[in-house]
């Protein structure tokens, strides 16, 4: 309709009631009647008939609406802002197309697609805004256009839900843009009655207060209208006087009832969800689908659901064979009724089909009448509303007393309104909606007849019912009020027959609806709480909510909002790991576990809390996905306050509680070590332990695998705990783990295993144990077995650290104690290791020493087996079961000393000769370390005479090792001792490994820094490698300076690295968590070229040619003013520093003296040229200029001159050098890309190696030496 015709258009025209007349009936605004709702029923839908047919309005509409949808000019938008206005402005064309398609297919189709388009924007916060659009609007317009969807599928009541709530948005926007004449003719008179005002003075809608009285009266007549549609349910009131008719039927949706689509039981379930009743499919009730389906469908079988309801007696299935004859007897009860009901119904008979499908049996205009004896039928459910006397039914009206009056069975049929349900009632308390029965008057209660209980009962129902439709009441309703719904609920549920489940049906839909639409946190609680005490009485419900679409976004919008008991829902549906992922509830269940004290009173009749629903939902988040979507997770979680939240939801006497807590902190400590040390404290561990006695395997598994990572920490308080754990007198815990080991899996097994010789070591008991034997047969047996990666692994794991030690992060640091043991104290070669923190506690803990020499000592007692199998497993194809096998050699060597003689004596015969394989170049420098070590506690005694027969490989390996740890050289002595050997020295080079990145510009510098490779480029990037057997990997890539990184050096006092740079600043940069990071970054005023440190100081050799020391207030000093140096290396407090006059200074660092080693050349006719690098190597100093020179610190300061001295070549610079062992390496101007190799005591080249391209860097570390080239290639080369 246009503009003017709209203004000329009444809004109540014919016989229709007048606004006046309307409000009539609805002098009661707070309790309008049924007649009331069905007029504004009516009226919404006159409205949206007659904008339909009115092209000209439609257009107009159409106009205006898409005109605002067009995003405004914005340097940024999201494409989710996008879609929603796509999915409105689509969803209005399509609903134009499908007003226009003669197609009734067509038109179907079209009228589902537009639905589902409204429902993005339907959804939308209406507080916020849109691609520059306030969401108030969008949301109005989505609502309005759902109205007239509503309309053309017939569905009239849904149609007026839609348009209130489009005024519960904003009445202003409706009255502006959508619906002014309707809002006029609807609300102008109802807000000035609401203000109490009889003059007709016209009120306005741009005045605020208005506005908010129009929403709130639209928000109460929403509540009737869903509170009338569950009494009358499907009852579809249609005008019929003054109605346009339609200029063309066959664009109008002839005979059409909506049926759910998967675009409506979206939007249904979300937004405005609606009760439906049952149907059935055959004469004994089976329910199959709800009431929305098509009237065709519908109309017989819920006319027998009702002509049941209002009979008098019980009927069989067989009764309704005859319903014609009765619809022809109630035919004849309308006759009787009036003449003029007749007349008028046989006028509605010529209305089009699509109205006719729909008209009540008798006619709107009788219905607003005023005749006062009329009783009147409502179309195919015939219930009756008697408004005899008018004023009396407003006064005593009781929700719910249209329909549950007309439900009251016979006392023998309907068994839950006999003299039982009504004493249960009593003892719940509310058999009157403010009464509750005190014990002291039970006795003195009067009897009532079972009519009189009957009645009470049946107004309980109503009211009960009654109070789910209307939000303020919902909002106000207490747990008792839960109770009295549940307790019906379950009456309800132990009968059988329709009309139970109807009731039962009204329940679960009003509770669903106001979960779906209410934004009202009150109202959502109440609903929710009431659902979840129905469902915790009652699991089949939960498979009612399923099949009625509950959104899990709603339950999810609700918890976020603070309705916590949202969580139990969410976990009795028992969602996809998926599903609930989508949902993004993780912070939101951590919040509710941290606010886990609140409920151990409030809800601790629930079988399950939020706070314990929560806890099953965050293991499933942490559980079911990806390694990376599980840890990014478990970030979340690795908080000490979060684990304090799971640790006290947990303590209860739950069993899956404490099962799911159990494996949350497993996954916890797994993720990050960090939080071991908080759980061990605060973990009330002992209920976890008895899990293992339960029968239940995932119980104790998840118990068995608790304790395995608890117990990963340092060894003295992995003790404690040990010992904590026999202090409770009620059950001893070896026996509860002698069943574990045989349990068929093998990783259980092999726990158990590791706790009962960890609790065994605990004893004083001397001799034999058969806990222990038993333990390590299990260990062994895997160890040597290769069938099973997963156990030989785990058991080479455990061996290795059995009678070693953990730092707080679960890392094992047995190999780390060892090595300090053998007398690794360099940071120089601790940093060639991987990666351990050296100032770790658990390598001064003092009960180590005890612990392992007792631990040793025990194992060795079970004689060759064991040597036997760790043999088998240095062997090993899986070199983390050959390593791990060597570690647990090196440990047990602890408790050789004091072993008998013939079984040290056997365990070198067994162990020596797989051990040699780990001295030699190439292997690592731990596992060579390792090997040392073993060696030395192995062959004392008898077992030294295995030294004679080292080889001379052996040999030669011990004494390369011997610059690092003193065991190297004292059995080197020892072999020479008994036969002499002239060491043979390989010359030739194999290379070993090769990496590169080549678009980082050349390697500029080169460094060992926790057991992995860090190279320097010139575009200023810094790259770690991980480089094992021939392979590597690029572990991190980050850029903190902006020029080349020029040099690195070892920070000791922080465990730092430094990174100096052409750009002026020095980077420090530490290990945290795995991952290198820069923590500090130092300015200087010139380019770095090289770095040194000695304690808490940093001295920086500059672009300027000086040296200059940064103390630990970062404040910058001058060092030896008066030389120009080119180079320096910082060895024993000293400063060695190679001079741009070709002479060597030595500075005193502690005494601040300087000395010059090498004086500047003095001859004219020799040109002084500047020492391009210098080295200390075993108190020998090494010098590179033209020449490589080289003595003793000690000569070359007494006598000035060098002892040794290697000609390069004539014409020829040393641009770089380094010395390991037995060989110098030089790089020379006259081959840039050769790497010359001379013999360090003989001073002869015995070959050399190309890189491929200019070398830039030089770095020797375990007999391997490495080479960064310009192309950005690293290459290593090993002597062999």
């Known amino acids: 309709m246009s503009q003017n015709s709209m203004a000329s258009t009444t809004f109540f025209s014919c016989s229709s009631p007048s606004s006046s007349s309307f409000l009539a009936f609805s002098h009661n605004l707070e309790r309008p009647d049924f007649r009331s709702i069905q007029l504004l029923v009516i009226s919404i839908n006159h409205y949206i008939t007659d904008f339909v047919e009115d092209v000209e309005s439609r257009k107009s509409l159409k106009s205006r609406c898409t005109s605002k949808l067009r995003i405004k000019n914005q340097e940024f938008f999201e494409f989710s802002e996008q879609s929603v206005l796509s999915n409105l402005y689509w969803g209005i064309e399509s609903l134009e197309a499908a007003i226009q398609a003669k197609c009734e297919e067509e038109r179907i189709s079209r009228l589902e697609n537009s639905e589902q388009m409204f429902q993005a924007p339907a959804l939308l916060d209406e507080h916020g805004v849109t691609a520059g659009i306030e969401n108030k609007f969008l949301v109005c317009c989505a609502y309005f256009y759902l109205s007239v969807v509503r309309n053309l599928q ?35 008179s109802f807000a000035m009655f609401r203000r109490g005002l009889e003059s007709a003075t016209p009120v306005y809608f741009s005045e605020d207060g208005n506005d908010e009285a129009i929403r709130q009266t639209a928000r109460i007549f929403k509540d009737w209208l869903t509170y009338y549609r569950i009494v009358s349910y499907g009852e579809t009131p249609r005008s019929h006087c003054g109605s346009k008719s339609v200029p063309n039927p066959e664009n109008k949706l002839k005979n059409f009832v909506y049926g759910k689509s998967a675009s409506t039981k979206d939007l249904y379930s979300r937004k405005q969800r609606t009760t439906s009743s049952a149907t059935y499919r055959n004469l004994q009730f089976k329910k199959v689908q709800p009431l929305e389906k098509s009237a065709d469908k519908m109309s017989t079988k819920c006319q027998r659901m009702l002509n049941e309801y209002q009979s008098d007696s019980p009927r069989s299935s067989n009764s309704f064979d005859d319903l014609a004859e009765q619809d022809y007897l109630e035919a004849e009860v309308d006759d009787a009724e009036g003449s003029t009901g007749a007349r008028k119904d046989a006028h509605d008979s010529t209305q089009s089909p699509r109205n006719k499908k729909l008209q009540p049996q008798r006619s709107i205009s009788k219905l607003c009448s005023t005749n006062n004896d009329a009783t009147y039928k409502l179309s195919s459910h015939k219930f009756a509303i008697n408004v005899s006397d008018e004023s009396q039914f407003l006064v005593n009206y009781q929700p719910g007393e249209t329909t549950l009056r007309r439900i009251r069975p016979e006392m023998h049929d309907l068994e839950i309104f006999d003299h039982k349900a009504t004493a249960s009632l009593e003892d719940y308390g509310f058999m009157g909606m403010n009464y509750r029965v005190c014990p002291s008057r039970k006795k003195a209660r009067p009897k009532r007849s079972r009519k009189d209980s009957n009645d009470e009962l049946i107004g309980i129902l109503e009211r009960t019912i009654s109070k789910l439709c209307f939000s303020e009441e919902l909002r106000r309703s207490d747990e008792e009020y839960t109770v009295e719904v549940t307790t019906i609920y379950q009456m309800l549920n132990s009968k059988r027959g329709v009309k139970y489940a109807l009731l039962k049906e009204v329940i679960i839909d009003q509770l669903l609806a106001s979960i779906s639409t209410s934004k009202e946190q009150g109202v959502i609680r109440a609903s929710i709480s009431i659902l979840v005490t129905i469902a915790m009485g009652n699991m089949s419900v939960i498979k009612e909510i399923k099949k009625k679409g509950l959104q899990l976004c709603d339950l999810a919008k609700a918890l976020k909002k603070n309705v ?74 690795n908080s000490p306050q979060v684990l304090s939240g799971l640790i006290e939801v947990g303590q209860t006497n739950k069993h899956e509680e404490l099962v799911s807590l159990t494996t ?115 260990l062994l047996k895997s160890v040597v077995s290769e069938e099973s990666c997963t156990a030989q692994l785990l058991s080479a794991y455990i061996l290795s650290n059995l009678g070693g030690t953990y730092s707080y992060t679960g890392e094992p640091y047995t190999v780390a104690w060892l090595v300090k043991k053998s007398g690794l104290t360099s940071s120089y070669h601790r940093n060639i290791i991987r ?15 005890i612990w392992c020499s007792k631990m040793a000592r025990r194992v060795i007692q079970i004689g060759r087996p064991v040597f036997q199998a760790l043999e088998t497993g240095l062997k090993s194809n ?58 030395y506690s192995y062959t004392s005694g008898k ?3 295995k030294l004679i027969q080292f080889s001379e490989g052996v040999r030669e390996s011990l004494r390369r090792l011997s610059n690092i740890t003193w065991i190297a050289e004292e059995l080197l002595k020892v072999a020479d001792y008994f036969v002499p050997n002239k060491s043979r020295i390989s010359c030739g080079h194999t290379q070993i490994l090769e990496a590169g990145h080549k678009s980082s510009g050349a390697v500029t510098s080169l460094i060992y820094y926790k057991g992995h490779i860090c190279s320097g480029f010139s575009d200023g990037s810094i790259k770690v490698w991980d480089m094992n057997e021939q392979s590597s990997k690029l572990l991190w890539d980050m850029k903190k300076h902006k020029k080349a990184v020029t040099c690195f050096t070892i920070f000791e006092p922080g465990d730092n690295l430094l990174s100096g740079s052409a750009d002026k600043t020095i980077g420090v940069w530490q290990m945290i968590q795995g991952e290198l990071e820069c923590s500090e970054v130092i300015a200087m005023k010139e380019p770095i070229q090289n770095l040194g440190t000695y304690g ?94 080289g003595s003793s610190i000690k000569e070359w300061r007494e006598h000035g001159v060098p002892k040794i001295n290697i000609a390069t070549g004539k014409g020829s610079i040393v641009l770089a050098m380094a010395v390991v062992e037995d060989f110098v390496y030089v790089n020379c101007s006259s081959s840039t890309e050769i790497l010359q ?16 391209s200019r070398i830039t860097s030089i770095l020797t570390a375990n007999d391997i030496v490495i080479c960064g080239t310009e192309t950005g290639l690293i290459k290593g080369w090993i002597p062999l």
Request: with cysteine; proline share 4%; glycine share 4%.
């Open 664 to 778: 949350i902190l497993v996954k916890c400590m797994q993720f990050d070590g960090q939080c071991r040390k908080y759980i061990s404290t605060y973990t009330p561990f002992m209920p976890i332990i008895r899990l293992i006695k339960s029968n239940n395997k995932r119980a104790k598994f998840i118990a068995l695998e608790f304790l395995h990572e608890l117990l990963c920490m340092p060894r003295s308080s992995a003790i404690t705990l040990l010992q904590k754990t026999r202090q409770d007198g009620n059950f001893n815990i070896m026996h509860m783990l002698i069943p574990c080991l045989q349990l068929h899996q093998p990783e259980y097994r092999l726990i158990a295993a590791n706790l009962l010789l960890q609790l065994d070591n605990l004893e004083d008991l001397p001799g034999r144990s058969t806990f222990r034997e038993e333990a390590m047969e299990i």
């Open 878 to 935: 899986r070199k983390r079961v050959s390593r791990d096998c060597l570690t647990a050699i090196a440990w047990l060597g602890c408790g050789m000393a004091t072993s008998p003689m013939d079984l040290r004596y056997s365990a070198c015969e067994i162990l020596l000769s797989g051990i040699e394989q780990f001295l030699h170049p190439g292997s690592e420098l731990e596992e060579r370390l390792l090997a040392c070590f073993s060696i």
């Open 564 to 637: 916590h008991e949202a969580a139990i829902l969410i976990y009795l549906i028992n969602p996809s790991p998926t599903e609930i992922k989508s949902l993004e509830l993780l912070p939101t269940l951590l919040e509710v576990v941290c606010t886990s004290s609140s409920y151990q009173t409030r809800m601790a009749s629930l079988l399950v809390t939020p706070p314990a629903a929560s806890l099953r939902i965050i293991e499933v988040l942490i559980t079911a996905f990806d390694c990376a979507t599980n840890n990014a997770h478990l970030e979340a979680i």
């Open 1096 to 1189: 808490q100081l940093i001295f920086v050799n500059t672009q300027s040619n000086r040296i200059r020391v940064i103390d630990p207030s970062r404040t910058v000093k001058d060092v030896s003013k008066s030389k120009h140096v080119k180079c320096m290396t910082v060895y024993q407090g000293k400063i060695f520093a190679g001079c741009t006059d070709s002479s060597i200074q030595e500075l005193n660092i502690r005494k601040n003296q300087e000395r010059a080693i090498k004086p500047r050349a003095r001859s004219w006719r020799k040109q002084a040229k500047p020492i391009n690098s210098i080295a200390v190597y075993k108190d020998c100093l090494y010098s590179a200029s033209a020449n490589v020179e």
């Open 943 to 945: 077992g030294m005479q």
């Open 154 to 188: 017939s569905d009239d009541w849904q149609a007026a839900l839609h348009f209130l709530q489009a005024l519960l948005v904003s009445a202003k926007i409706v009255q502006a843009e959508f619906a002014p004449q309707l809002c006029q003719s609807l609300f102008g």
């Open 835 to 849: 990666n351990f923190s050296w100032k770790d506690q658990s390598l001064e803990d003092t009960s180590l020493e």
């Open 1237 to 1252: 190799i001379w013999l360090r005591g003989t001073q002869q080249k015995v070959g050399r190696v190309s890189a491929g």
